[in-house]
């Protein structure tokens, strides 16, 4: 059983930066480690992902060379590095995790473990 707990999110003006947080519990060894985002109205969207040695990083088109994942497997965290953020970024950001592969997976799914999220709103 694994157990996801996001931080880091807020309030930011566009052109600003974030870092979320995810802190797991239980052995996340051999699991790949996903950030999702929901807008209200919209469907929740795949944003990227992360194998455990850092060796395959999933992106979503809308978020490329914008935002960077990152894993502490020491601290048993993972993050996600979000830079010139717009409007169009202000969602409810979750944490999620499966056992398989990333290559598998990707930022698709499915996932089978959930953090309870973390707003981030960007204003113009």
């Known amino acids: 059983q694994v157990q996801l707990v996001e931080s880091g999110g807020g309030s930011v003006q566009a052109g600003g930066s974030l870092r979320l947080s995810c802190a797991a519990s239980?052995?996340?060894?051999?699991?790949?480690m996903a950030w999702f985002r929901q807008a209200p109205g919209k469907e929740r969207e795949g944003v990227a992902g992360?194998?455990?040695?850092?060796?395959?990083?999933y992106y979503a088109d809308s978020v490329k060379g914008r935002f960077t994942v990152s894993r502490d497997n020491a601290q048993n965290t993972f993050f996600l590095q979000m830079n010139t953020l717009t409007p169009e970024d202000t969602a409810v950001y979750y944490c999620?995790?499966?056992?398989?592969?990333?290559?598998?997976?990707?930022?698709?799914?499915?996932?089978?473990?959930w953090g309870q999220g973390t707003q981030v709103t960007v204003s113009s």
């Open positions: 992360i194998n455990r040695d850092g060796t395959e990083r």
């Open positions: 239980g052995d996340t060894a051999g699991y790949c």
């Open positions: 999620a995790a499966v056992r398989a592969s990333c290559s598998v997976v990707g930022v698709r799914g499915p996932y089978d473990y």
